[in-house]
């Protein structure tokens, strides 16, 4: 076996070095916060007035926990607000003007077994008074929608709810429901609602941005609500609110998944963690990775340390807060592994 020159083993050495050097400073963005005071799973974040708030949560046993926390990054800090008025999750979150909105989920039904029982609610949560207003109800009950905000207005899309004339009242494994593609925006301003052109592709536990008030709704799980009986996609579609139109296909997400979360950050979408299944294994992922509209293309930043699902996340100053979440896909009894973890991934560091 011939060895190496010298010359070769110098220039393997430097890049060896190099490589090591990018991962450090790749490594260097990744930083802890406080950790979230209730771990969970199936949380909803949301950036507001410079802080985040993170709602939502569902306990073994799908008891909807109606969390609400708000976390000061100057301060480092959690504080414990009132909870929902309704404990629900898979929630449709919004933000205008420093108040929150929040449309649909599911809850805990008030008999019968346990299951997820699709939602026509609708609320406003201001955070400076720590107060909750009810608003229109959403036309179609359902729940894990995507939410975008465009010239004022909240357009509630897709998600996951009952097969139209069904009489089945809940969502459930083995009980008949689908994925949705209703498209359904509301209007703040006089508190009403009107129907606009479907999702081309039904689906609920989708990821989503607003760029250039065009919609993007991202991956996602096809079928069921339920990643046991589902299959994720990586489809990107792109909706414009001006022309009530869809357009073409974009480029897919290099990794189909779904429950993850996500936040838009100077003209790019970015999203992380997720769950996926096939017919040999269930996992989480770690992965984190942006899409840019303009370019029609995906890129992949350093992936976040713990693997997880049903997190919370947004973007606060150009940083990436990833939130609690679990890291056992499926949640079958005994598998949850919900974690306090708050990564925060500084999007402006080189």
């Not at 100057?74 to 909870?83: D, I, L, P, V």
């Not at 998944?257 to 770690?286: L, M, N, P």
């Not at 919900?338 to 999007?347: F, G, Q, T």
Request: proline share 8%.
């Amino acid at each position: 076996m011939s060895t190496l020159s010298g010359a070769v083993r110098s220039t393997l050495s430097v890049w060896v070095l190099a490589f090591a050097c990018m991962t450090a400073a790749h490594a260097q963005k990744w930083t802890t916060a406080a950790p979230f005071p209730e771990a969970s799973e199936e949380l909803y974040g949301v950036a507001a007035g410079g802080k985040l708030y993170v709602f939502g949560g569902l306990a073994p046993g799908w008891k909807p926990k109606g969390l609400v926390y708000e976390y000061d990054p100057a301060a480092n800090k959690w504080t414990k607000k009132k909870n929902m008025p309704l404990a629900s999750h898979h929630l449709g979150l919004g933000e205008l003007n420093g108040k929150i909105y929040v449309f649909g989920g599911f809850r805990y039904p008030d008999s019968g077994p346990a299951s997820w029982q699709p939602l026509d609610t609708a609320w406003e949560y201001d955070p400076a008074a720590d107060t909750w207003k009810a608003l229109a109800p959403v036309p179609t009950k359902r729940g894990s929608p995507n939410v975008g905000l465009v010239n004022g207005k909240f357009y509630v899309i897709g998600g996951a709810g009952l097969h139209p004339g069904s009489k089945e009242t809940v969502v459930h494994p083995a009980r008949p429901h689908r994925s949705v593609s209703v498209n359904e925006v509301y209007d703040p301003a006089t508190n009403t609602w009107e129907s606009r052109s479907p999702l081309p592709t039904a689906r609920n536990h989708a990821a989503s941005g607003v760029v250039n008030n065009k919609i993007y709704i991202i991956a996602g799980r096809l079928g069921a609500a339920f990643i046991t009986r589902a299959s994720n996609t990586d489809l990107v579609e792109v909706y414009d609110p001006a022309t009530d139109q869809w357009g073409d296909l974009k480029a897919p997400m290099p990794t189909p998944r779904s429950a993850s979360a996500w936040g838009t950050y100077k003209g790019k979408i970015y999203v992380a963690g997720g769950e996926q299944r096939t017919s040999d294994f269930q996992r989480t992922f770690r992965a984190v990775q942006a899409y840019d509209p303009a370019a029609n293309r995906w890129t992949s930043l350093p992936p976040m340390t713990f693997p997880r699902h049903g997190l919370a996340g947004d973007i606060i100053d150009g940083k990436l807060h990833l939130v609690s979440g679990d890291a056992a896909s499926g949640g079958a009894p005994g598998t949850h592994i919900e974690s306090d973890v708050h990564e925060v991934l500084d999007l402006e560091s080189k």
